[in-house]
């Protein structure tokens, strides 16, 4: 091989993923000259890019592909890449990267789907998984379609031609087709990374996140989930997040059974509760969303880094229908509008013309004269100011093909200097024609959604963003429990035992919770007994065996006020359900809390 054009550099890294996701040096294995074959797209897409680490590439029918030199195999090379890129399919799959292994590579990317069975008789990916683990090998798919580390013009995919400029978005998909569709799209939305993590075969979704979370570039991390493999350390990834100000934006499928078979069937996920996801999200101040569109306009309008004070949403804009729109649609998207004090309306009605009406959402499309755009302009900067504004939107008739007002497109291009706080540019049109418009503000980093409800949403969780960073989260401590309580409670959550009501509320009171009293009765005389002692009134319940919700079956009696009204109830519950019954005293009116815990396979013990 050459040399001079082929050199391969041992890449001094401070994280695990830096060989994978910032190599200094790639070996592709599978390069064709063949064009419209994979092999001739993965070195068309390092080639394209721009990328200035040394390619190598390895075939045993060609000495050159596109201009560079190509080895008979990995053995060849002069020193071990940071990366090898394994263009083959899933029969050639296990030599690949056991080869990779075996000469020093540092990390392995898998697009095949790595479907049959490896020569130990485990299925590919059970062993690739197991060898990857034991080699401490990080490894990009399989089944995906590689990454793009736009910063740094490295592009490890099989897409050609990709015109994306860098930002602050970093995109992790389990879909390879989410990984293109969202990434490759719009030019509005600007990455940092793009990231197809498939099947996740040595790098799961938590890892890539710590890798994020320590790149400058990241502002705000968004994630295409089927599942998190390693729940535990999805959470510390989440808390690091958290602890860093990051915002994480999460699109979860596999909500239902169909959706949760299709995940199986797709990377081998087991999608977990649905509900625990949820909590788990919340708990550490990530978003959820439902659609891939809500993922990147909320993703957009974090990605400015600037944190909304108290307040609401402002909009200028030049249409009174459109105005009259927003403010019926914003109340059903959870989205408060901004009511302006006196200050912000003397301010505002001394720059507009005295037919329009300072409220918010403004009208600021006074008659088409020469002070037209001032108009606009004086208001956004008013507005901006106003403290009792969180948030700042700009509307007004604009196209790619049409603009009615060169000043007003500029004061839209100057949004950002006009405001300190988050602001944007919207269409009420969800298919308005402005994909070049919005290229151009991003490049002046002015975020653009189309459609009223989609803005609305972003806006709505940017807030929610807003809102839980503001809440205080307290660290809580194991209760310190008695070994022998700690086994008596051991002892009576044995699987498949059903706990009784008398054994729940003596496990709290041994570990210090208080309890009402309680008496558990087989016999008339028993409950009789029991009331006297804790004192009317009391409550009855019905204590037998496999009956969960008693109130459904009329096995609970409230303020039983004396004997003869404790017998007549303990004589209906004899026959109706059975002979034992709780005895507790009745308490007065307060606050009622509903606990359940559930194990959840992903995340284990889930408090409701």
């Known amino acids: 091989m050459d040399a001079q054009s082929n050199k391969i550099s041992k890449a001094v890294t401070?994280?695990?993923?830096?060989?994978?996701?910032?190599?200094?040096?790639?070996?592709?294995?599978?390069?064709?000259?063949?064009?419209?074959?994979l092999g001739n797209m993965m070195v068309r897409a390092i080639l394209d890019c721009g990328y200035e680490g040394s390619v190598c590439l390895v075939n045993p029918k060609y000495d050159e592909i596109e201009g560079l030199a190509c080895v008979s195999s990995l053995e060849e090379l002069d020193a071990p890449p940071d990366l090898v890129v394994a263009g083959t399919n899933h029969t050639r799959i296990e030599q690949v990267f056991e080869t990779a292994a075996r000469i020093g590579a540092r990390a392995v990317t898998i697009y095949d789907g790595c479907f049959g069975d490896a020569s130990t008789g485990e299925t590919l990916v059970e062993y690739l998984r197991r060898r990857a683990a034991e080699l401490d090998m990080p490894v990009c798919g399989g089944n995906g379609m590689g990454f793009l580390n736009i910063h740094a013009s490295c592009h490890v995919t099989f897409y050609e031609n990709i015109d994306v400029k860098p930002g602050g978005i970093a995109l992790i998909a389990h879909s390879g087709s989410v990984f293109t569709v969202l990434g490759m799209n719009d030019p509005r939305y600007r990455f940092s990374f793009l990231i197809s993590a498939g099947?996740?075969?040595?790098?799961?979704?938590?890892?890539?996140?710590?890798?994020?979370?320590?790149?400058?570039?990241t502002r705000v991390i968004a994630i295409f989930m089927e599942t998190a493999r390693r729940p535990q350390a999805f959470m510390q990834a989440l808390k690091k997040a958290q602890d860093r100000d990051i915002p994480v934006v999460v699109c979860k499928v596999g909500r239902t059974?169909?959706?949760?078979?299709?995940?199986?069937?797709?990377?081998?996920?087991?999608?977990?509760?649905?509900?625990?996801?949820?909590?788990?999200?919340?708990?550490?101040?990530?978003?959820?969303?439902?659609?891939?569109?809500?993922?990147?306009?909320t993703a957009l309008l974090l990605e400015q880094g600037r944190m909304p004070g108290e307040g609401g949403l402002a909009t200028v804009t030049d249409s009174g229908g459109l105005r009259e729109l927003l403010a019926d649609r914003a109340p059903a998207r959870g989205v408060t509008l901004t009511k302006f004090t006196d200050e912000t309306r003397e301010a505002l009605?001394?720059?507009?013309?005295?037919?329009?009406?300072?409220?918010?959402?403004?009208?600021?499309?006074?008659?088409?004269?020469?002070?037209?755009?001032?108009?606009?302009?004086?208001?956004?900067?008013?507005?901006?100011?106003?403290?009792?504004?969180?948030?700042?939107?700009?509307?007004?008739?604009?196209?790619?093909?049409?603009?009615?007002?060169?000043?007003?497109?500029?004061?839209?291009?100057?949004?950002?200097?006009?405001?300190?706080?988050?602001?944007?540019?919207?269409?009420?049109?969800?298919?308005?024609?402005?994909r070049d418009l919005a290229s151009r503000l991003a490049d002046e980093g002015v975020p653009v959604f189309n459609g009223l409800d989609e803005m609305l949403g972003a806006v709505a969780n940017l807030f929610r963003w807003r809102n839980m960073q503001t809440l205080q989260r307290n660290d809580y401590e194991d209760l310190a429990l008695q070994e022998n309580v700690v086994a008596d409670v051991v002892a009576q959550l044995q699987p498949g035992q059903v706990l009784s009501e008398s054994a729940g509320l003596s496990i709290l009171?041994?570990?210090?919770?208080?309890?009402?009293?309680?008496?558990?009765?087989?016999?008339?005389?028993d409950a009789l007994t029991a009331a006297e002692r804790h004192g009317f009134p009391v409550v009855l319940k019905t204590a037998e065996d496999g009956v969960a919700h008693k109130t459904d079956v009329g096995g609970v009696r409230l303020g039983i006020r004396d004997a003869g009204e404790l017998e007549d109830a303990y004589r209906e519950f004899e026959t109706a359900l059975g002979p034992n019954v709780l005895v507790q005293p009745m308490l007065a009116k307060g606050v009622e809390l509903a606990f359940g815990c559930v194990n959840d396979p992903d995340f284990g013990s889930v408090v409701m």
């Open 349 to 434: 009605r001394a720059v507009m013309p005295g037919e329009l009406v300072p409220e918010n959402p403004v009208d600021a499309a006074g008659q088409f004269v020469d002070s037209f755009a001032r108009v606009f302009e004086d208001a956004i900067e008013i507005v901006g100011r106003a403290p009792e504004v969180a948030v700042l939107g700009f509307e007004f008739d604009v196209r790619d093909d049409y603009v009615y007002s060169s000043e007003l497109l500029d004061v839209a291009l100057r949004l950002r200097q006009l405001t300190t706080k988050p602001a944007f540019f919207y269409s009420s049109l969800g298919n308005a024609h402005n």
């Open 257 to 297: 059974e169909v959706s949760a078979a299709f995940a199986r069937s797709h990377s081998g996920a087991l999608s977990g509760n649905d509900a625990a996801y949820d909590a788990v999200l919340e708990h550490y101040g990530a978003l959820r969303v439902d659609t891939v569109d809500q993922l990147l306009n």
């Open 14 to 37: 401070g994280h695990r993923l830096d060989p994978l996701l910032n190599p200094k040096s790639i070996a592709i294995v599978g390069a064709s000259p063949r064009k419209g074959t």
């Open 199 to 217: 099947q996740e075969i040595g790098t799961s979704v938590d890892q890539y996140m710590d890798y994020l979370l320590e790149q400058p570039e």
């Open 509 to 525: 009171r041994s570990a210090g919770v208080p309890v009402p009293g309680f008496t558990r009765a087989g016999t008339l005389d």
